[in-house]
Nanobody, 117 residues
Framework: QVHLAESGGGLVQPGGSLRLSCEAS????ELWAMRWFRQAPGKERE????????????NYADSVKGRFTISRDNANNKVFLQMDDLQPEDTAVYYC??????????WGQGTQVTISP
């Protein structure tokens, strides 16, 4: 059974940093790309970052380029999102995602990130 569990969210001031983690289980983690999405109140869920199985290809949404860094630890089935210079518009619930194609698409429960003075 596929399971994704995010952690690391919280409340920080503008300009601050947070590091999100997502622990995966139930599939061959090292074979699949992983993504982070976020959903702000009243808005649709949006793509944040993607990392290929061995980190050869990494993509970011324009809104987070230069501030966020996605990485992964295949030995421990984890993917991370380092978020620096956080701004109020980054406030959202952040979700880990695994698109296992024919097997389906899976989401974690989300972790709340709030940026406020």
């Amino acid at each position: 059974q596929v399971h994704l569990a995010e952690s690391g969210g919280g409340l920080v001031q503008p300009g601050g940093s947070l590091r999100l983690s997502c622990e995966a289980s139930g599939f061959n983690f090292e074979l699949w790309a992983m993504r982070w999405f976020r959903q702000a109140p009243g808005k649709e869920r949006e793509f944040v970052a993607r990392i290929s199985p061995f980190a050869a290809m990494i993509n970011y949404a324009d809104s987070v380029k230069g501030r966020f860094t996605i990485s992964r630890d295949n030995a421990n089935n984890k993917v991370f999102l380092q978020m620096d210079d956080l701004q109020p518009e980054d406030t959202a619930v952040y979700y880990c995602n695994a698109d296992l194609q024919q097997r389906g698409q899976y989401w974690g429960q989300g972790t709340q990130v709030t940026i406020s003075p």
